[in-house]
């Protein structure tokens, strides 16, 4: 059994990017959230599907 991002296809991960910087993003299992440091923003996932839109990013620093 090879061990598995809950929710999130791995090999995804590596291959996304911020939207907006084109930068990488840190996968935060617990919020279950893609995080670009450098646009200061928290994109959601949902149902195991990120979201990678702007409009629905969340300010980092926010609840």
């Given at each position: 059994?090879?061990?598995?991002?809950?929710?999130?296809?791995p090999?995804?991960?590596?291959l996304l990017?911020?939207?907006?910087?084109?930068?990488?993003?840190?996968?935060?299992?617990?919020?279950?959230?893609?995080?670009?440091?450098k646009?200061?923003?928290?994109?959601?996932?949902?149902?195991?599907?990120?979201?990678?839109?702007?409009?629905?990013?969340?300010p980092?620093?926010e609840?």
């Amino acid at each position: 059994m090879t061990e598995r991002t809950p929710g999130v296809d791995p090999k995804l991960l590596e291959l996304l990017v911020c939207p907006l910087t084109k930068g990488p993003l840190t996968y935060d299992a617990e919020q279950q959230e893609l995080i670009s440091e450098k646009a200061q923003l928290a994109f959601p996932i949902r149902d195991g599907i990120p979201i990678m839109l702007p409009s629905e990013a969340r300010p980092l620093g926010e609840p």
